[in-house]
């Protein structure tokens, strides 16, 4: 019997004056480096990031709380639709080339909505993220997004279906997947992609989406829910389920910082036109709940349903009485603009440790096809796993692959029928409710006042501060640090925490602003700095974390982190960076805590206080005879109310599994040891699970894959302390591979079994627009709207490459920042010219940038496709010939002397070069190649449409291969074709490709 429900907790709403622009793009220095907000007049006068080894903060970022400003900048003007520039020493950057975007209507915006499944219990959830594409023109279609899944969860499912067929996703390595991927671009398949580009960030990419067709792509992820202990403002402690749903403007420093830049910081939608019309939906159902607990969802109304009979259905074979299931829906559909956040009361823990045992995701392989069903899945997951899992979300998981084999037997092996045949458990250390010592606390609160802290978010951190030194004893001290552009104290020195002192501190710090850029690593090193060995040394970070280089921050805090130091991170606002709140508390062992409202900071500030003053056990070390591995390798502090819990691998022998640690006594003494341990049994003869006597409880999820998730988090971490990144890598992919998740070397890609389109027809690539957070002011992050003149400044004698951007998100969707590698940079950048034809007047150049024709190799000078200098025939007196430059091109297979390039369409009516076209190629090395045209395998001539893309198939002159790892720089002439088109000379036109170094050694390209 359902009984209907609706609670309101909605968050106060943005403040509309933060989204009053006109549509602008990034200012490619303006990200996080603004003050409050000023008149237009100011604001375009966003200036450049030092070059990267200038030292110190960016030039660029003027004023932070402290006003600091340096030397006068030279300005400079450009169209406001120019993106980030190339990665060169002396470009300018700031948020990989982000703009704010108008999305007119619905009709050509590719995400219909999403819907998001999900069940939970036991401390943990199951999640399922559907996103509805639809092809709304004539040509095939490839869609980008870039889109956030829980930091903490393991991605470990895949599926697309179009039309009436279901294409599930295969584990492979980041190479083979890309390729993968390009391979069935080229044959007209409909495949997916889903890569990731930080802990916390993904790049999705579905192609050869059929015209006028609609796709459902699903991904799965295994995600804890996050325990949070009862509070003054709090009471019981809850179970909380979060789920993002977008990804923040991320502030990347100086060129060439994030080399990945591109990559993670999508185009946004301008809030002040309306967003996205995309919108998420839920389905969230929760087991176990206690009679009287009440489901909440800060900032949605919910509609609820209630199954009060249900058993618990945990998952587990241990008893406990029934509980509600409690089913939840939004009142009304949600823009995806924050965090999804779930609240329930938590049943009190037992205090001591618990055990539950578990299995890692293993199965057979399936193969392609057979009932409407493509690709690869899982099947034989242990007794009844699926049961755990929303809809089918257990059965449809990826294909099996190698354990953890050494160098390139690992690679690609997938669908062996292996799997993961580990034994895993999860271990809960529980503390008692009031630990019988409180500690004298030096406390380090580092707030971040950057521009993208504007509003809500700042008032958030200040809410949380404010608290912490509120709650400070008189045996306490403290400092506050603020950080933008520089890092500010509000003292010399740690102050006692007399009220006058304290009552000082916030008075100052109700007055701070937010403006300047995120220079978070100096920050953070300023803040480790040792203090009193007796005291708890405590140092908590409030921000919303959004920088583009979260690994420098990390391995600052890896190597500076004194003994003994606790490191807490508080998110705030709507969508934190999680990969750096996250990281940073499991580097510092501490707590990642978050604030998207006020009640919200104002539990995490009793939450840290009750975690800093009060430890109960510290140093906890796991080992014993059955302990093959544990995760985190660093197990955080046992605090007041605050569990902790590890994933352990076990020995399929069974043996002593033993916990101990160090229990807090009174300030100066020495600590009392403690020690706890069973006794695991072997598995069974089979290798099942033992029963009986002894025998675990056992949870029917994979808890292998959380395993795998947590020791590639601290392989991570190895790497920040010092690791090599090539040995680091090879072992992520192996231990990604074993547990068959995505990690950074590894991808989920789904390629259905047969063509579906046409793969010799023009199609169109289009790059979804994303929501900026609830909250955020696109004006302090530098987003302004396409179409404006953007002024930017840099450091005088800075020297600008010659930039090429093409841009229509009705057409591509796309951005493509061109820098051509062989032309002078002695001037700085062309102002630009009018419009024709789609391209800018002065993207035409003449063909002498590229040499004469000697150049390019006759005969003589480049043998049979040889690579020759580049020379020839300098003085030969000819007219120049205005060479139209297409832009950058993607690689979409190499193979020996074969090369297939695809491009955009610059304007209507062009006509791709005919078969047998000679084609001039300079490396970027000093050599020289000439290729002819395959018609065959290329796109049909044309004409096409303006914002369709064409591919064109080359073949090598004579014997040969295509060079992997330079740039190439392509010309050819052809016969003008355009209407109205004079019929005497010949048309000329460029372009360039790029190389992939991390793709060269598997046959691969740029997949940009």
Not at 47 to 52: D, E, S
Not at 306 to 322: I, K, M, N, V
Not at 760 to 782: D, F, H, I, K, N
């Amino acid at each position: 019997m359902s009984t209907p429900g609706r609670i309101d907790s909605r968050v106060p709403a943005a403040d509309p004056a933060n989204h009053n622009l006109a549509q602008v793009s990034a200012a490619p220095s303006a990200t996080h480096c603004h003050r409050s907000p000023s008149p237009r007049h100011d604001l375009l006068k966003a200036p450049l990031p030092t070059p990267p080894g200038a030292g110190g903060a960016p030039r660029s970022c003027r004023g932070s709380s402290g006003g600091h400003e340096t030397g006068r900048p030279v300005m400079f003007a450009s169209p406001a639709s120019a993106p980030h520039a190339p990665h060169t020493p002396h470009a300018p950057q700031a948020s990989g080339g982000a703009a704010l975007v108008s999305v007119d209507g619905a009709h050509d915006f590719p995400l219909e909505g999403a819907h998001l499944a999900a069940r939970a219990d036991g401390g943990m959830a199951c999640s399922t993220f559907r996103q509805r594409f639809r092809n709304p023109h004539a040509e095939p279609l490839e869609v980008v997004y870039v889109l956030p899944l829980p930091a903490d969860g393991a991605v470990l499912g895949y599926r697309i279906t179009v039309a009436d067929r279901v294409i599930r996703g295969e584990i492979r390595t980041r190479e083979a997947a890309q390729k993968a991927y390009r391979d069935a671009l080229y044959e007209g398949r409909t495949v997916g992609l889903l890569e990731q580009e930080r802990a916390d960030t993904f790049r999705q990419q579905v192609g050869n989406i059929p015209a006028h067709t609609a796709v459902e792509v699903e991904i799965d992820v295994l995600h804890p829910l996050a325990f949070r202990a009862a509070t003054p403002t709090s009471s019981p402690a809850q179970w909380e389920y979060r789920f993002p749903t977008t990804v923040g403007v991320r502030y990347m420093g100086g060129a060439g910082r994030v080399p990945d830049a591109h990559r993670i910081d999508p185009d946004r939608a301008d809030p002040s036109a309306g967003g996205t019309p995309a919108r998420l939906t839920l389905a969230l159902e929760v087991a176990g709940m206690d009679p009287g607990s009440v489901l909440r969802a800060p900032g949605h109304a919910l509609q609820l349903s209630e199954d009060a009979g249900a058993t618990a259905g945990t998952g587990t074979s241990d008893s406990r009485p029934p509980g509600r299931r409690v089913t939840a829906t939004l009142a009304e559909p949600t823009p995806l603009d924050r965090d999804m956040v779930a609240r329930w009361d938590a049943p009190a823990p037992g205090i001591g440790v618990h055990l539950v045992e578990g299995t890692g995701l293993h199965g057979g392989y399936r193969g392609n096809g057979g009932s409407g069903e493509e690709g690869v899945r899982a099947g034989d997951l242990p007794g009844d796993q699926a049961g755990d899992l929303p809809g089918d979300q257990a059965r449809d998981l990826p294909g099996d692959h190698a354990r953890d084999l050494p160098g390139d037997q690992a690679r690609d092996l997938v669908g062996d029928g292996a799997g993961d045949d580990g034994r895993y458990a999860l271990v809960t250390v529980v503390p008692p409710t009031i630990p019988g010592h409180a500690f004298a606390r030096d406390l380090t609160i580092l707030l971040d006042t950057s521009g993208s802290m504007h509003g809500l978010p700042l008032e958030l951190g200040k809410t949380v501060v404010e608290r912490l030194l509120r709650s400070l004893g008189g045996e306490d001290r403290f400092e506050v640090l603020t950080f933008g552009s520089t890092v500010d104290r509000f003292a010399r020195s740690p102050t006692a925490a007399t009220r006058d002192e304290v009552d000082n501190a916030v008075k100052r710090l109700r007055k701070l602003e937010a403006s300047g850029c995120t220079e978070m690593r100096a920050a953070v090193a300023e803040a480790l700095r040792p203090l009193r060995s007796d005291a708890q040394r405590q140092v908590v970070l409030v921000t919303d974390g959004y920088i583009g280089f979260e690994g420098a921050v990390l391995s600052e805090a890896m190597t500076r982190l004194p003994p003994g130091v606790r490191f807490h991170a508080v998110g705030v606002g709507a969508a934190p960076n999680r990969t750096l709140t996250g990281g940073l508390a499991r580097a510092g062992r501490g707590l990642e805590l978050f604030a998207q409202d006020g009640a919200s900071a104002a539990e995490s500030a009793d939450l840290l206080r009750a975690a800093s003053v009060r430890p109960v056990l510290t140093e906890l070390v796991i080992s014993g005879s059955a302990l093959v591995a544990h995760a985190p390798a660093r197990p955080r502090d046992v605090a007041e109310g605050h569990p902790v819990v590890v994933t352990v691998e076990l020995a399929s022998s069974g043996g002593l599994l033993a916990l101990s640690g160090n229990m807090a006594g009174p300030p100066g003494s020495r600590p009392e040891p403690w020690r706890w341990s069973v006794r695991i049994p072997p598995l069974a003869a089979e290798g099942g699970p033992e029963s009986g006597a002894g025998a675990l409880p056992r949870t029917l999820l994979p808890l292998g894959a959380l395993y795998g998730r947590e020791r590639i988090a601290d392989l991570e971490l190895e790497e920040a302390a010092g690791a090599g990144r090539v040995e680091t890598d090879a072992r992520i992919e192996a231990t990604a591979l074993r547990h068959r998740i995505v990690s950074r070397r590894t991808s989920l890609v789904a390629v259905s079994d047969a063509p579906t389109v046409d793969p010799s027809e023009p199609t169109r690539r289009q790059t979804v627009a994303v929501e900026l957070p609830a909250g955020m002011s696109a004006e302090m992050v530098g987003l302004h709207h396409e179409g404006d003149m953007t002024i930017f400044s840099a450091a005088p004698g800075l020297v600008l490459h010659e930039r090429v951007e093409r841009f229509d998100f009705r057409t591509t969707g796309t951005r493509e920042d061109v820098a051509n590698p062989f032309t002078s940079t002695e001037a700085p950048l062309d102002g630009g010219g009018p419009w024709i034809g789609g391209v800018e007047e002065g993207d035409l150049r003449s063909e002498g940038d590229l040499g004469s024709e000697g150049d390019f190799g006759s005969e003589s000078a480049s043998g049979s496709g040889a690579h020759a200098p580049m020379g020839g025939n300098r003085g030969a007196s000819r007219e120049p010939r205005r060479a139209l430059d297409l832009g950058t091109a993607r690689i979409l297979r190499r193979e020996g002397g074969a090369l297939v390039l695809e491009f955009d369409v610059p304007h209507p009516g062009f006509h791709l070069a005919g078969g047998g076209t000679e084609v001039r190629v300079a490396l970027s090395g000093g050599g020289v190649l000439r290729a002819r045209v395959d018609a065959a395998a290329s796109t049909r001539v044309g004409p096409h449409r303006a914002g369709t893309r064409v591919r064109l198939a080359l073949r090598l002159v004579g014997h040969g291969h295509w060079p992997a790892t330079e740039t190439m720089r392509l010309a050819w002439d052809a016969h003008p074709r355009a209407p109205g088109a004079s019929t005497s000379g010949k048309e000329s036109f460029e372009i360039t490709v790029h190389p992939e170094p991390g793709l060269a050694q598997h046959d691969g390209g740029d997949i940009d």
